[in-house]
């Protein structure tokens, strides 16, 4: 046996170790031994090829990650095919039955148009793709008091927060005079709330930090607020009109 040669078949060509014993008639096992012991190593151009046909290849039966560690728990639990929960997971990321069809069945357009729709309205893939739908629901979920309390920061937020400026005494090096010079200084992002924050760059006239529209978020907040009910104006009884702002979107969410 030239096992000179079938080493150089292994490592010039992307053959795989069972087509190689194939042709020359020896036992994978045997040039799977030879391979490990002496350490044979495949030109890396060709495996990099070979990987890349690989992947090109599974791309189109993949969809890409759209579901939640939860999300695919439900898949993995449901009682259909391997090929029909790949067709719910290309669905739920397209909308297209025909495409979703073609992609885990492997099919051509004519036979996917018409098998599609029908694999859409099958009882068990219509249940999982309404259980999907409703956790993507519940993992983008966000209560009306969650926005508005976001609305109350922003119309309330400082731009003191994020810098640091004021006037120190500078000395002019050619006269000797003494000045005053301004400063502003951003502090760290680690130590204040970016969310805050809608822009940041350096511009031609030196930094700029925007934070979101003062004016804005106080409309948005004013379109939910009841009038307080205390005479005082109490912090206290502006979060209780937070709270029941609150309530009302939540009421007009549950309506629509």
């Not at 508005?148 to 000797?176: M, R, S």
């Amino acid at each position: 046996m030239d096992w000179q040669a079938i080493r150089h078949e292994y490592e010039t060509t992307d053959l795989t170790l069972k087509e190689i014993a194939g042709k020359f008639g020896c036992k994978p096992s045997t040039l799977r031994s030879h391979k490990s012991r002496e350490k044979w190593q495949r030109n890396t151009e060709i495996k990099s090829a070979t990987q890349h046909a690989t992947r090109k290849k599974n791309v189109a039966t993949r969809p890409k990650s759209v579901a939640s560690k939860k999300a695919v728990e439900k898949v993995e639990q449901a009682d259909l095919t391997d090929k029909q929960k790949l067709f719910a997971l290309n669905y739920l990321q397209n909308h297209n039955a025909t495409q979703s069809y073609i992609n885990a069945y492997h099919v051509d357009y004519k036979t996917a148009n018409v098998e599609g729709p029908k694999n859409l309205v099958k009882p068990s893939i219509r249940k999982l793709l309404n259980e999907l739908k409703n956790q993507q629901i519940q993992d983008l979920y966000l209560t009306a008091n969650d926005i508005i309390i976001q609305y109350a920061k922003q119309a309330f937020a400082d731009i003191g927060l994020y810098l640091n400026f004021g006037n120190k005494d500078e000395v002019d090096p050619d006269t000797g005079e003494q000045y005053k010079r301004s400063y502003v200084y951003f502090k760290d992002k680690d130590s204040v709330d970016t969310s805050l924050i809608s822009e940041v760059h350096i511009g031609q006239n030196g930094a700029v930090l925007k934070l979101y529209d003062k004016q804005k978020a106080m409309e948005k907040l004013l379109e939910y607020l009841p009038e307080p009910t205390n005479d005082n104006q109490s912090k206290d009884s502006f979060l209780e009109a937070i709270k029941q702002a609150a309530k009302q979107m939540q009421k007009e969410d549950d309506k629509s």
